[in-house]
């Protein structure tokens, strides 16, 4: 289990540092075709964070322990959704979620049930080693742009592969970023 907890962690931690990094020069490895979808509403129990993205190995740790003493059944992979771009934001002042899709409302604190709302998306499949996506997320805000879209919320990660049985450079993650039409 702390395995899986520390790759889980690996994975979003390097989501959050690639989402806002300087990406001129590093395309994405594996990526494949961008596309606008619909995708639908869900619901998901998350922690919120506020803080460093280091943090994420600890707040993973957290959210895993919370879900087993409430005995709330993930529906779906590890999420993660972040809020702000660090490269304008203080490290103490990011905020961001980590958390899994569920069909239980009656959540207690710390955790909260939350509804992702964003329905039209950009999506993109990275596959690779996380520590090299750093160019998909330059290379989606550049579609966005070139084909009249805005952001309209915040990004969002899906972890496709089980880090413990997949090679790194196989893995599958799913991000979606909220747009609508300028």
Known sequence: MKRLVLLTFMGCFIFALATFSAAEGNPALGQEKFNVKEVPAFSYCCLPCQGPYTNMETKIGELTQFLQAQNIAPMGPLIGIFYNDP????????????????????????????????????????????????????????????????????????????????????????????????
Do not use: H
């Open 87 to 182: 490269t304008v934001t203080k490290p103490e002042n990011l905020n961001w979620e980590i958390g899994f899709p569920v069909m239980e409302s009656n959540v207690q604190d710390p955790l909260r049930f939350r509804q992702w709302t964003f329905t039209t998306v950009l999506e993109g499949t990275y596959t690779g080693p996380y520590e090299k996506s750093a160019g998909i997320y330059a290379e989606m805000m550049g579609w966005l742009e070139a084909n009249g879209y805005v952001m309209a919320g915040p990004i969002l990660e899906k972890y496709l592969s089980d880090p413990n049985s997949t090679r790194p450079e196989d893995y599958k993650t799913e991000i979606w970023i909220p747009c609508r039409k300028k």
